[in-house]
Antibody, heavy 118, light 107 residues
């Protein structure tokens, strides 16, 4: 059974780059059946899709974040990563990684809170 | 971008009652790409329904989904204490988007 775990700093300074990693267990990130995605949720608010990646490296980003987002995959480590540049307080959120099947996030990590503050 | 509008914002019901949650899309959505999630405080969302009406693995049959085009519904036939939570619909067109959520609270 696929399990995902987010990791990375919980505090990032304004204007810096947020970096998170999602480690996949119970299956291969190189599976042709899955995409791998990032979704975030500001405190007390709704869900926002950030982007998704296929094991080959093909990416799909939310246009509202596209200029600041990079998602990459490391098949040797069974991990995929998120980088969000030039962060502001508005980027404070719980960040989730998920396995995406037919454009549906099916299994989610537990989430990690990232706070943007000096 | 397809916008999903969920209503009501909050639903106050008692255990044992029926809950009917609405999700309306600004443009027609393929049923294959419509899903519902349940989220409890401090937890990640859990997939309940995909393809508008198919229950995910392990989801009790008191949860059902229906609808097509621009109008979709999640029904909980008899609310159990563990069902009080926030529910989100989600679609994929050219972009993956979520509705704003409906909170089902204990009356």
């Amino acid at each position: 059974q696929l399990q995902l775990q987010e990791s990375g700093p919980g505090l990032v300074k304004p204007s810096e780059t947020l970096s998170l990693t999602c480690t996949v267990s119970g299956g291969s990130i190189s599976s042709s059946s899955y995409y791998w995605g990032w979704i975030r949720q500001p405190p007390g608010k709704g869900l926002e899709w950030i982007g998704s990646i296929y094991y080959s490296g093909s990416t799909y980003y939310n246009p509202s974040l596209k200029s600041r987002v990079t998602i990459s995959v490391d098949t040797s480590k069974n991990q995929f990563s998120l980088k969000l540049s030039s962060v502001t307080a508005a980027d404070t959120a719980v960040y989730y990684c998920a396995v995406v099947v037919t454009a549906i996030p099916v299994v989610w990590g537990q989430g990690t809170l990232v706070t943007v503050s000096s | 971008e397809i916008v999903l509008t969920q209503s009501p914002g909050t639903l106050s019901l008692s255990p044992g009652e029926r809950a009917t949650l609405s999700c309306r899309a600004s443009q027609s959505v393929s049923s294959s790409y419509l899903a519902w999630y349940q989220q409890k405080p401090g937890q990640a969302p859990r997939l309940l329904i995909y393809g508008a009406s198919s229950r995910a693995t392990g989801i009790p049959d008191r949860f059902s989904g229906s609808g097509s085009g621009t109008d979709f519904t999640l029904t909980i036939s008899r609310l159990e204490p563990e069902d009080f939570a926030v529910y989100y619909c989600q679609q994929y067109g050219s972009l993956l988007t979520f509705g704003g959520g409906t909170k089902v609270e204990i009356k």
